[in-house]
């Protein structure tokens, strides 16, 4: 069920609006408020999918109410505004209002432009978590997360050192492959590898000790020898 919040000083008009978005049998869970301040409360209290707000309300008008929105959500916005505010459109447009619904209202209008941005949230969620899971990179339960830089392994977070990190996701992104120390090196450090070989062990005998339950035998960081290192590769 999608939730709405409504939001207008005219107490006629958000009653009106309710009935409109209740046609058609759609199962919408509304919430009123009726000014900006009020509209904030509830956006704070509750997962909203969509607001329907006026612009001219006392105490907080809509496009303040936008701004502070904007300031924490991408939330779907359709404000509501008199054929003469040309100028808040303008502005409001500019803060990341979604749409605009012009007064008097027409029923079918209203439900068909609150549909579409329903839907075109629900698009954007889906991008969204597209994007979270490109970002992912997993060998069995070691999970690295590389917007937020961060590592778990079985689901517990792993603190490493920006090199560790990227030491890590060389094998994690490459699971099952060799790499030399003077591989790793040049991958990581990104300059000339000669003479770096205890730079890389001592690293790597950090990550162990930060990944691998037992760091002597270890599991998923393994040595190949006579070649270098590779992160076993796991289901």
Request: net charge negative.
């Amino acid at each position: 069920m999608y939730r709405i919040l409504i939001c207008d000083d005219e107490k006629d008009i958000v009653r009106a609006l309710r009935i409109y978005l209740h046609a058609d049998n759609k199962d919408y869970d509304i919430l009123e408020a009726y000014n900006g301040k009020e509209a904030l409360e509830l956006l704070k209290q509750n997962d909203i999918d969509l607001v329907l707000m006026d612009v001219m309300m006392p105490e907080m008008d809509g496009i303040e109410t936008l701004c502070e929105i904007r300031k924490t959500s991408e939330v779907p916005v359709i404000l509501l505004t008199a054929q003469s505010e040309a100028e808040d459109k303008r502005l409001a447009f500019q803060l990341g209002v979604d749409d605009y619904i012009t007064k008097p209202f027409n029923k079918i209008e209203v439900a068909a432009r609150v549909e579409y941005q329903l839907k075109r949230g629900l698009w954007r969620s889906e991008r969204q978590s597209q994007q979270k899971k490109a970002n992912l990179l997993q060998n069995g339960p070691i999970v690295i997360d590389d917007e937020e830089k961060r590592v778990t392994v079985d689901g517990k977070p792993v603190n490493l050192t920006p090199t560790e990190f990227s030491i890590l996701k060389l094998f994690v992104g490459n699971a099952g492959t060799v790499f030399s120390l003077k591989e790793i090196y040049k991958r990581v450090w990104n300059s000339d590898p000669l003479g770096a070989e205890n730079t890389v062990l001592v690293h790597i005998r950090h990550i162990r000790e930060k990944i691998e339950i037992y760091p002597a035998q270890p599991r998923y960081l393994i040595s190949v020898f006579g070649y270098g290192y590779k992160m076993e590769k796991m289901d």
